[in-house]
């Protein structure tokens, strides 16, 4: 597996689908971004359990699309969304980069490249998937800077946490979309683009759901670092933390910003 993934195992699907409608929005909001054509042959990076994945391919009438992710975990249930045209395999989505250059008129990553830190050259490398005239089309979340986000950081560098962790927290690669929009013209080799960034406007029932949230994404980085009799103290912390920084507030208003890009490779 590559050195620059951040990922380290440590997924539980159930988790993360407690806030399904919340966390599928963006992906029905990036597959309207790709251009379909006759016969595109399709691969979605990180695709997780395989269901949208499938349901993309359906959607945009593909011939053939392949889900990669480098969870064993999340890709359990991925054969019930395989056949007509879908596979799925495990694998790192920078090993991919090597196996399958130029092969495919649609690249198609949800919420899975904030997880792998170096985006100037990341984007470069996800690229040499795409052929010539293909689309390059990805979404990630931007909230690096919400209090769920700085407080585990936080929490992070205290102890018995900083020591368990030797010092590691989490930086969030993510940038802007200026930063997005110059690499795409002048590293990535796209004719044509569009950036934006959204935010989804997301009403929690409390505070305290905020970490359930983070729970299936951002917090199982420091999950899979730490030994197991540290996590309950570890997520403790964690909520103490973040309801001190925001207050215990009922309803709880979690706006999430998110990057949504869509590129077309020179021709
Ligand atoms: C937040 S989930 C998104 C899943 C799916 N794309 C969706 O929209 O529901 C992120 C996924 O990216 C995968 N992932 C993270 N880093 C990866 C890497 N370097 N190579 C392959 N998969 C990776 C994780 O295993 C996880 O399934």
Redo the contacts with the bound molecule.
């Keep these: ?2 050195e ?4 380290r ?1 440590g ?1 539980n ?1 159930n988790q ?1 689908d407690r806030f399904k409608a919340e ?2 929005q ?2 029905y909001d990036l597959a309207a971004l790709a251009r379909p054509q006759p016969g595109m042959r399709v691969i ?6 395989g ?3 499938a349901w993309l391919h359906r959607e945009i009438g593909a011939a053939e699309t392949l ?5 064993e ?3 359990a249930k991925s054969e019930a969304s395989a056949g007509d045209g879908v596979s799925f395999r495990r ?6 980069t090597e196996e399958y250059a130029g092969q495919f008129d649609l690249v198609f ?8 830190t170096g985006h100037e050259t990341l984007f470069p490398k996800i690229a040499r998937l795409v052929r010539p005239g293909g689309q390059l089309v990805v ?1 990630m979340p931007a909230n690096g800077n919400a209090p769920s986000h700085r407080m585990a950081a936080v929490i992070a560098q205290e102890e018995p946490f900083r020591t368990a962790l030797d010092g590691w927290v989490r930086v969030d690669p993510v940038q802007g979309p200026e930063f997005y929009s110059t690499l795409l013209r002048e590293q990535v080799g796209c004719a044509e683009q569009l950036v934006r960034l959204q935010v989804y406007d997301h009403e929690l029932e409390e505070t305290r759901s905020a970490v359930e949230w983070v729970k ?2 951002l917090l199982t980085a420091y999950l899979a670092r730490l030994p197991e009799d540290l996590h309950a103290t570890f997520l403790e912390r964690y909520t103490e933390a973040l309801v001190a920084e925001v207050g215990e507030r009922s309803p709880y208003y979690y706006p999430f910003p998110r990057v949504l890009m869509w590129g077309r490779m020179a021709g």
């Design positions: 597996m590559a620059e993934v951040v990922s195992g997924w699907p993360y966390r599928e963006p992906f979605d990076l990180g695709c997780g359990d269901r949208l994945t889900g990669i992710d480098s969870s975990a999340m890709l694998l790192d989505i920078l090993d991919a990553s949800n919420a899975a490249l904030q997880w792998i979404q299936g994404s």
